[in-house]
Each structure stands twice: as structure tokens, then as C-alpha cells.
């Protein structure tokens, strides 16, 4: 069951909830069949599960964006970077988050979190050294 919902996601435009059931079915293994996890790579696989789920919320945001809803983009960049900081999806939106930021009103943008900071600790980029 866990192969088969993994092998069934078919990437992040897709429904991710036979992912989400296999990373739990992935974490009960660990704990209740510690050998069987071991030899089938639950971790790998987990972490495999966590980048297709930060890539899933990384598709949202830049949905929310492109369809005139940068408030939503910020908030959904804000829940990527908090659940899955180290993964290449939360590198990409820190990224793009300063042009999400730039259409914010300032009420708004005041109150998000320190993204120049995040920043500078995921991708090692200041203020003053350019993303791509």
C-alpha cells in the first residue's frame, strides 16, 4: 500500500492525500516494525514523501500568486518554510518570496516573518548578493 501511493503521485498539480497516507503508514512502521522500516528505507522514503509535500505547497503558493492573491502566496510560503525548511522547494520560494513581498500592502508586509534572514541561513544569500 505504501509503493502503491507513493507510485501513484503524479506530481504537484496533482492531490497529494496517498502521499500523506503512506508518510503515516511510513512513521507507524518505525514504530511498531522497526526491522521491516529499516529494510524498506522509511526514512529515505519519508523524506522522498516531505519534498513532494514542500514542492505541493511551493505549486500552491505560486498559484495564489500568478492568480492575484499574494497574501494567500505569503502565507503559504510562510507554512513551507515553518514545516520544511531544508528541502529545495523552501530554497526556491525564499528565493521568490521578495516579489510576492513587493505587492503586499505594508500593514501587511510589516508583519511577515524575516525572510532577508531566512534567506541568508538556507541559501547563505544577503540582501545585496542576487538569487540567480
Given at each position: ?31 511498531t516494525?522497526v ?12 523524506v ?29 510560503v510562510r ?26 500592502p ?12 531566512l ?11 542576487p538569487?540567480?
Open positions: 500500500l505504501i509503493y502503491a501511493n507513493v507510485a501513484a503521485f503524479k506530481g504537484p498539480n496533482f492531490d497529494i492525500v496517498g502521499l500523506l497516507e503512506a508518510k503515516t503508514e511510513l512513521q507507524g512502521l518505525q514504530h516494525r526491522t521491516d522500516a529499516k529494510q524498506m528505507g522509511a526514512n529515505a522514503m519519508i522522498r514523501i516531505e519534498e513532494s509535500e514542500a514542492a505541493k505547497l511551493l505549486h500552491t503558493a505560486q498559484w495564489y500568486e500568478r492568480t492575484g492573491n499574494p497574501i494567500a502566496a505569503e502565507v503559504t507554512e513551507l518554510v515553518r514545516r520544511f525548511p531544508r528541502t529545495s522547494a523552501s530554497a526556491e520560494a525564499l528565493q521568490w518570496i521578495p516579489a510576492v513581498l513587493a505587492q503586499l505594508p500593514a501587511v508586509r510589516d508583519r511577515t516573518p524575516p525572510y532577508d534572514h534567506r541568508e541561513q538556507v541559501l547563505g544569500l544577503t540582501q545585496d548578493t538569487s540567480s
